[in-house]
Nanobody
Framework: VQLVESGGGLVQAGDSLRLSCSAS????????MGWYRQAPGKERELVAH???????TYTDSVKGRFTISRDNAKNTLSLQMNSLKPEDTAVYYC????????????????????WGQGTQVTVSS
C-alpha cells in the first residue's frame, strides 16, 4: 500500500487548506484512515480518524474547524482545514490501518499500518 499526501502549503491565520491522500497498491488491505501531525520539537499527534464506514473522531483542538472525509471508491482521504491557527503548523501525515478482513492482507506480516511521506502545513500569524 502506498499513500501520497498533497495540498500542504503556507497560509495565514484564518485561512483554509484542504489536504488529500491518495492510496494505491493493495487498497483492499486498508481499513480505517486518518491524519497525524508533528510540529517541531513535539510528539506526533492524532488529528482525525475515519473508519471504513465513515465514523469520525477528532482531537479536541481541531473540532469544529477540521473535517475528515474519504471516498472508498476512489481510495482517497481528505482533510478540510478551516480557520487555521499558527499552532496548526506541522507536518501532516496520512495513515491507514491494515484490514483483517482478507487473508491476502496477512502478507504484510507484522505491519499493521501504512504511512505517507508527510506534507508541510505552515500557518503564519
Amino acid at each position: 500500500v502506498q499513500l501520497v499526501e498533497s495540498g500542504g502549503g503556507l497560509v495565514q491565520a484564518g485561512d483554509s487548506l484542504r489536504l488529500s491522500c491518495s492510496a494505491s497498491g493493495d487498497t483492499i488491505c486498508i481499513s480505517a484512515m486518518g491524519w497525524y501531525r508533528q510540529a517541531p520539537g513535539k510528539e506526533r499527534e492524532l488529528v482525525a480518524h475515519i473508519t471504513k464506514s465513515s465514523s469520525t473522531t477528532y482531537t479536541d483542538s481541531v473540532k469544529g474547524r477540521f473535517t475528515i472525509s474519504r471516498d472508498n471508491a476512489k481510495n482517497t482521504l481528505s482533510l478540510q482545514m478551516n480557520s487555521l491557527k499558527p499552532e496548526d503548523t506541522a507536518v501532516y501525515y496520512c495513515y491507514a490501518t491494515r484490514s483483517s478482513t482478507y487473508a491476502y492482507c496477512s502478507r504484510y506480516g507484522a505491519l499493521l499500518s501504512f504511512w505517507g511521506q508527510g506534507t508541510q502545513v505552515t500557518v503564519s500569524s
